[in-house]
């Protein structure tokens, strides 16, 4: 069974700091993994995905993300936040091409100074 | 465009009580899920659907039932509830193949409390 790892569980930034994000993920196979994010008081909702190709994927407001097959990770990455990025970010995995038992991350909540 | 609908958005239960929390979705998807959210342990899956009358275990599914007898309907049932489910949660759903599977779309979530 597959599983997801977050190392960082709070992280705090100023604004126009550089954002990366840990993923660690733990699967036999291949996988399909996203990034997901809940602003306060909202569900989640897709900032990008990973299923095959281009190992370095770009999801929306900036954000992007680099598979590491060899390191099984998927890290997130910002070059400036802002404020509005304030949030509870959260990695998943699911066997490759095929939606089934899609597991989630514990989430890391990030706070942007203004 | 209502894609996944939750109902109820709260509940407030004694223990021992049990209930349903419902789902439903538009967009035809294979594939449905419910998971529970607690601070610091993200989503956690209870029980997922990859088509009507195939349902699964998740991480976590003692104490709930669901049943997805058509492919827009997935509810959770709890038994007899009791205070260590007292969480939100969330029903989702997604294409189950192709460029769009395991892009979850979610409800709005359903705050449970057991008192």
């Known amino acids: 069974a597959q599983s997801v790892s977050q190392h960082n569980h709070h992280v705090i930034l100023s604004e126009a700091a550089s954002l990366e994000l840990g993923c660690n993920y733990s699967y036999g196979g291949t996988v399909n993994l996203f990034w997901y994010v809940q602003y306060p008081g909202q569900h989640l909702q897709l900032l990008l995905k990973?299923?095959?190709?281009?190992?370095l994927v770009k999801g929306i407001k900036g954000f992007e993300a680099e598979f590491i097959k060899s390191k099984f990770s998927f890290n997130l990455r910002k070059p400036s936040v802002q404020w509005s990025d304030t949030a509870e970010y959260f990695c998943?995995?699911?066997?490759?091409?095929?939606?089934?038992?899609?597991?989630f991350g514990s989430g890391t909540r990030l706070s942007i100074r203004p | 465009n209502a894609g996944v609908t939750q109902t109820p958005k709260f509940q407030v239960l004694k223990t021992g009580q049990s209930m349903t929390l419902q789902c439903a979705q538009d967009m035809n998807h294979e594939y449905m899920s419910w998971y529970r959210q607690d601070p610091g342990m993200g989503l956690r899956l209870i029980h997922y659907s990859v088509g009507a009358g195939i349902t699964d275990q998740g991480e976590v599914p003692n104490g709930y039932n669901v049943s997805r007898s058509t492919t827009e309907d997935f509810p959770l049932r709890l038994l007899s509830a009791a205070p260590s489910q007292t969480s939100v949660y969330f029903c989702?759903?997604?294409?189950?193949?192709?460029?769009?599977?395991?892009?979850?779309?979610f409800g709005e979530g359903s705050r449970l409390t057991v008192l």
């Open positions: 989702a759903s997604s294409s189950k193949t192709g460029t769009g599977a395991g892009e979850l779309f």
């Open positions: 990973y299923f095959s190709g281009d190992p």
């Open positions: 998943a995995v699911t066997p490759y091409s095929s939606a089934s038992k899609i597991i």
